[in-house]
């Protein structure tokens, strides 16, 4: 069993930039792939990005390319999403999540983080 926390939400406002972690316990997620999803109130979890296990592949929604950029430090069982020039519309509960295939076309989240909330101010 895999367990992920996030950290690193908060307020910013718009322009700014938050850097969230998913610290993983459990077993180690070098052969995972890992995913940001993002649910913001009255709809539905939205896909922001993943990367691959070992980090030379990634993907990003529309929405984020370009802003978002997901890391990962294998060492420290850690993935990152750095968020920059962040919008009031990038306000969501952002969830770190693990895909034991390692790397697919489209993600399938094993494993789910419990959430960690960012806020843009306008």
């Known amino acids: 069993q895999v367990q992920l926390v996030e950290s690193g939400g908060g307020l910013v406002q718009a322009g700014g930039s938050l850097r969230l972690s998913c610290a993983a316990s459990?077993?180690?997620?070098?052969?995972?792939?890992m995913g940001w999803f993002r649910q913001a109130p009255g709809k539905e979890r939205e896909f922001v990005g993943a990367?691959?296990?070992?980090?030379?592949?990634?993907n990003y929604a529309n929405s984020v390319k370009g802003r978002f950029t997901i890391s990962r430090d294998n060492a420290k069982n850690t993935v990152y999403l750095q968020m920059n020039s962040l919008k009031p519309e990038d306000t969501a509960v952002y969830y770190c999540?693990?895909?034991?295939?390692?790397?697919?076309?489209?993600?399938?989240?094993?494993?789910w983080g419990q959430g960690t909330q960012v806020t843009v101010s306008s």
């Open positions: 999540a693990a895909d034991t295939s390692g790397w697919r076309s489209k993600f399938k989240t094993d494993y």
């Open positions: 459990g077993r180690t997620l070098s052969s995972y792939g």
């Open positions: 990367i691959s296990w070992g980090g030379d592949r990634t």
